[in-house]
């Protein structure tokens, strides 16, 4: 099969995760990835994530969401980081349609991809071949939080170009007040757009936590033991010098009295 991998957002654990999406979901089929990125990507990053996977489409987010100021009701999510997740997922699959049309290709497969969703067993797509042709869309179990697992999906065109636009939907959302949540967002819409042919798989995932991330936490955990450290000596030595003074001043009262 021809397969499209759709990637959004942070490049985290791109590097770490190449092998696995080559082994366990490219397996021998033919691919190409396409990717709208966070902004601000470190040049050095993103120069090495493109030698790596060749993305035929790479899109810098520029977060130009349109205004939701308005809806300021109660709401259990992120918005800054959902409305950019959704809003490059829209604009990832719009290039890559111009890219279809302009290159005349055809994809068996799209897979929308959170790229630092790691997968520790193989992804058989052959086997679901036969419910793509009949516009199924394919989510992973589990991770639904009160909605739809939005890490994963893969069907054909016509399913992820209802997928993929989630970002269109948003508005009609938020005037009925559905919490602001990506995953019960998504939930909604699918069901306003009557793509309810979902067929939910077992496969063993999980999250690949950025490194940097770890450093930090232990450089941070590393300075505050210092900083404790350094308070715990300071105290000491101004007892030190507390119980010198002391021991001058009633010195020299004794002298005194003699």
Known sequence: MKIAILFSGRLTGYKDNYELIMKNI???NEVDFFIAHEKNVDSKILNDFVNL??????LESDENYFDISKYNYKSSGNKHNLMCMFLNRYKVFTEFEKYCDEMNKEYD??????????FEEKIDLNKFYDKIKEDFLFIPSGNDYGGINDQFAFGNIDVMFIYMNCYNGL???????????????????LKNNELTNIERFEVKNNLIREKKDISEK??????DINNINKYKYQNILFIILLVLFIFIIFNKIQKKRK
Request: aromatic letters at 10%.
């Open 53 to 58: 996977y060749k993305p035929k489409i790479i």
């Open 218 to 223: 232990f450089s941070n955990k590393k300075e």
């Open 109 to 118: 497969l799209i897979i929308s991809h959170r790229l630092d969703l790691a």
């Open 26 to 28: 490219v397996s021998n």
């Open 171 to 189: 508005k009609e959302l938020f005037e009925k007040k559905i919490n602001i949540h990506p995953e019960t967002l998504l939930n909604e819409y």
